[in-house]
C-alpha cells in the first residue's frame, strides 16, 4: 500500500493563526511521512489542538499551505477533511450511545437496499463486522455503544476512521483514559494501522509512548516549532527540553516568599467515586495536603490526573465518600460551594466560559454576584452606588482593562475576563483562594499580570492553590508544589527541590519520592 | 478588546419588539383611524391584562431557561376554587363535607384563596422539577393535564356564575375615567416585577442562574431555592390571573383558560426574553403582549379572521426565536 515515491502524506508549512487576543500558530511547519506514526507534543496552550483543528477543517489558517496526499488543499470543513481520508479521534467521543456499534461506525453512510430508500442491517453487520475483525476486536457489531468501555468506544472511533477509507488519522491524546493493557492494546492497532500504509498523528503526553510508537516527533510551544526529530535520535529528557525550554524573561519572577507556619486548609485521605455523569472524570484515592497563610501549593499533573477534582471536591463542588478537611485548625464539612464560600473559599475554575462567566450580564454584574449580599439595603435593593465603586476599586486595582463597567464580559479579552473572576473572589476578601489554569487562554502579557496578582494576594496573607497543566507557571509561581497522577499523590516539593525533569517524571512516569 | 463599541445588532436586538410594536400601530392606523382611539386602546390593552399578568411571571420563568405550560390549568383551578367560596362553597362542602358557607362573600379572602392555590400549585411543580431532576417543560406538561383534570372534577365540569359587583369589580370595574381595573393590576405588578428584577439581589441572581447555573452554583447561589421560587412567582399569577378573569366574565368555568400557555410563553419571547435563560426583561414582556393584543385587535378591526391570527401569532413566535438565536450568534465572535 504504502507508495515509496518521495512527497510526504502531509506537509503543512507556515500556518499562522489568531485568535481575538491570542497568538495561537506562527509560522508552523509540520510534515507527517507516509505509513508514520508521527508524535505531535507541546504543554496545554501549545498550539496543538489548533493545529489540528485546521488540518482537520475546524479552523481555516490565517496564513499558510497544506500539501496532502501530493496536492495543495484547502480544507473546507470537518466533513470534507474526512472526504478527504483525514480522520480525528477526539478526546471526547462522538459516538451515539444509544446506537449499536454498527450504525455509530456508518452513521451517515449505511449500506441501502432498495435502491438507499431502506437501510440493509444486513450488510451494516457484516461490513462492521469485518471491521472489527481487521482490528482484532471480537465485540457483537449490534451492541449499543453504551456498553462499551472507553478503550471499547475508542476501538469504534478507529473502526470508523477505518471504514471511511481513511489516510490519516488524528488521535488526540487517546490513552488518557486507558488502563495499562488497554494502552498496550491500543499501541498494537496503531502498529497495524501503519502496517496497512496508514499514517497516524498521535498527540500525548506520555513522553514513554512517544519512544515505543511513533517513528519520529514534532514538538510546539507557545504556537511555534520547538524542534522535532526521529525517534531513535532522541531521549525523553531531550523531549522535555524541547518542550520547556521557554525564554524566561515572559515570566513574572517572584522575590519573596510570604508562606508562615500557620496553616490554613489542611486535606486528609480525600477520596471520590467515579463520577457516572462525568467519564472523563478521574476518581481521587487517599489524597492529603496542606496548605498555609501566605503560600501558593502549585498542584501539578497532566490532563485527567485528577487536579481538578480536588479542586472541585474541596470547594463543595462535588461529593467526596472519604477525607476529612480542617480550615483554620476546626474540622469543617462542606457539602456546596456556598459552605465553602462561607468559609472563605474561593475558587476560580478550569473553563472560564462554562464555571465562571455570565455571559449574557455585564461585566459589573460578573465582578460583584459573590459579595452582592455586601451591598444591599432593606428588601435587598442593590446599592448601586456600592457596586459601581467596588468595581471601580477592582478596575484600578487589578488593572481590568474595559470600556465601560456595564460592556458585556463576552467581549472582554480572555486575560481581562480572568481578572473579573478573580476580583469577584477578592471581593469576598477570601482566606484561600484556588484558582484552576488561571492563564489558561490568556496571552503572554496578561499572564504576567496574573501571576503578579497572585504573588500580591500571598503577600497579604491569602492562602493559594494553584492548579496548573503549564509546568513554568508551576515553578515559577509555587512555594511548594504536589504531582498527582491517576488521583493519588505521587510527589512532593519544596520550593529548592522543584525542577522541571523532577516534576515532569512525578507527572508522567512512576512514583518519584524527592 | 476589539469589540468594544455599542455593537448595533445588540443594540437592534433590544428594541426590536418596540420597533415592531410602532410600525404595527402605525399601520392599522393608516388602515382604520378609528384604531387609536382611546376606548380602543383601553380595550386591547383590557384583552392582554390577564395573560399579561401571568407572562409577568413566565418572565421569571423564561430568565432561568425553565418553562410552564401549566398556567391556563392552574388558573381555571384557581378561579374555580375562589368562585365556589365566594358563593358559600357549594362544592367544597360536597366533596369535603365542611360547611364553609361562612366564608362566602368576601372579595379579599376569594381573592387570597385564588392565589394561593397559584402559590400552591408552582410549590408542587417547583419542587418537582428541582428535587426529583425532571425537566420543567415535563412537569408542567403533566401540570397542564392535573389542574384542568383537577378543575373538572371540582365543579364536576360546571361554570359557577354570576357574583355581585363587588367581586366583578376587579374584572369589569374602571377608574380614571375608562381605565379597566385589570390594566391598572397590569401596570402595577409589571412595574413591581420590573423593579425587583433590575434593582434587588434577587433578581440578579434570577439573571445569574439563567445565564449559566454552573457559574451560578459555584459563586454560592442557590439555584435549587431559586429555582423553585420562579414557578412559584408564576403560580401567584396564574391564581390572580383567575380571580380576575371569573370577575370578569362573571363566571368561573373549568375549561378557562385553555390554550392560555401559548399566549403568555409567546408575549415572553416576542418580548426577547431569551429561551435560554439570562436575557430579556419584563418591560420587553409588557411589549409583546401589547404587541400580541394589537394584533389581534388590529386583524380583528379589519376584518380578518380569528382563524389567521392564530396563524400570525405563531409565525411571529418563531421568527422572534430565530432572531433571538441569530443575536446569540453574533454573541459568540
Known sequence: MSQSNGTPMLAMRGISKSFPGVKALSDVTFTVGRGEIHGLLGENGAGKSTLMKILSGVYSPDAGDILYDGAAVTIASPHHAQQMGIVTIYQEFTLVPSLTIAENVFIGREPGMAGGAFMSWGKLREQTRAILQSLNIDIDPMTPVSALSVAEQQMVEIARALSMQSKLIVMDEPTSALSESEVQQLLGICRDLKAKGISIIFITHHLEEVIHLCDSLTVLRDGQNAGGAAVEDITIDGIIQMMVGRSASDLFKRTTAYATDEVVMRVNGLTTAKNINHLTATALHDVSFEVRRGEILGIAGLVGAGRTEIARAVFGADKFIGGTVEFMGQPVTIHSPLDAIQLGIGLVPEDRKQQALFLSLATRENLTITALGKMVRWLNFVRFDAERALVERYRQALNIRMFSPEQTIGNLSGGNQQKVVIARWLAMEPKLLIVDEPTRGIDVAAKAEVHQLLDELASRGIAIVMISSELPEIIAMSDRVITIREGRLTGQFTRAEITEERLMGAMALAMVTA | ?333
Not at chain 2, 165 to 174: P, T
Not at chain 2, 202 to 212: E, K, L
Not at chain 2, 301 to 330: M, W
Open chain 2, 1 to 333: 478588546m476589539n469589540n468594544n463599541r455599542i455593537d448595533p445588532v445588540r443594540l437592534l436586538g433590544q428594541f426590536a419588539p418596540v420597533i415592531f410594536l410602532v410600525v404595527l400601530v402605525l399601520i392599522f392606523y393608516s388602515l382604520n383611524p378609528r384604531f387609536l382611539l382611546p376606548l380602543n386602546i383601553w380595550n386591547v390593552l383590557r384583552q392582554v391584562s390577564i395573560t399579561g399578568l401571568i407572562a409577568i411571571g413566565m418572565t421569571f420563568v423564561i430568565l432561568t431557561a425553565g418553562i410552564d405550560l401549566s398556567v391556563g390549568s392552574l388558573l381555571a383551578v384557581s378561579a374555580l376554587i375562589c368562585a365556589d367560596v365566594y358563593k358559600g362553597g357549594q362544592f367544597f362542602t360536597r366533596i369535603t363535607g365542611l360547611d364553609i358557607s361562612a366564608l362566602g362573600g368576601n372579595v379579599a379572602l376569594a381573592a387570597t384563596i385564588a392565589i394561593s392555590i397559584g402559590i400552591l400549585g408552582g410549590l408542587l411543580q417547583g419542587t418537582a422539577i428541582t428535587r426529583l431532576g425532571v425537566p420543567a417543560f415535563v412537569v408542567t406538561l403533566g401540570g397542564l393535564s392535573v389542574f384542568r383534570g383537577a378543575a373538572l372534577q371540582y365543579s364536576n365540569g360546571g361554570p359557577i356564575s354570576t357574583f355581585d359587583e363587588a367581586y366583578n369589580f376587579w374584572g369589569q370595574g374602571k377608574v380614571f375615567g375608562d381605565v379597566p381595573v385589570p390594566v391598572i393590576l397590569f401596570i402595577l405588578f409589571a412595574i413591581l416585577a420590573h423593579i425587583i428584577l433590575r434593582y434587588t439581589r434577587y433578581g440578579r441572581h434570577v439573571y445569574a442562574i439563567g445565564g449559566n447555573p454552573e457559574a451560578a452554583r459555584l459563586s454560592g447561589l442557590n439555584v435549587r431555592r431559586l429555582t423553585l421560587s420562579v414557578y412559584v412567582i408564576v403560580g401567584f399569577f396564574a391564581g390572580l390571573g383567575g380571580f380576575i378573569l371569573s370577575s370578569r366574565l362573571n363566571s368561573s368555568e373549568a375549561v378557562a383558560g385553555a390554550g392560555y400557555e401559548l399566549t403568555v410563553i409567546a408575549s415572553v419571547v416576542i418580548g426577547g426574553t431569551s429561551l435560554f435563560g439570562g436575557r430579556g426583561s419584563v418591560l420587553g414582556t409588557v411589549v409583546g403582549s401589547v404587541l400580541i393584543g394589537v394584533l389581534n385587535n388590529g386583524l380583528v378591526l379589519n376584518n380578518v379572521s380569528s382563524y389567521v391570527q392564530q396563524i400570525v401569532i405563531g409565525i411571529i413566535i418563531v421568527l422572534a426565536v430565530a432572531f433571538d438565536q441569530f443575536i446569540k450568534s453574533r454573541q459568540k465572535r
